[in-house]
């Protein structure tokens, strides 16, 4: 199974708590926070929905 490399490159000061938490599940806390997710449908669920902020690319 894949892997997703995530990275935070837009601040999460002033967004909606929703993307906040969203965010949070994710593991991304700061600008520039890297983390490996598993590519499955609940991780691209929270890329759809925070999008704009990240970096997604894939890893093996």
Do not use: C, W, Y
């Not at 994710?26 to 929905?49: C, E, H, M, S, Y």
């Amino acid at each position: 199974m894949a892997n997703l490399k995530i990275k935070l490159v837009k601040s999460l000061n002033g967004r909606l708590e929703k993307q906040i938490t969203t965010a949070h599940s994710l593991g991304l806390r700061k600008i520039g926070q890297v983390t490996i997710q598993p590519d499955n449908t609940q991780t691209r669920g929270k890329i759809a929905k925070i999008g704009f902020m990240l970096q997604v690319t894939e890893v093996e």
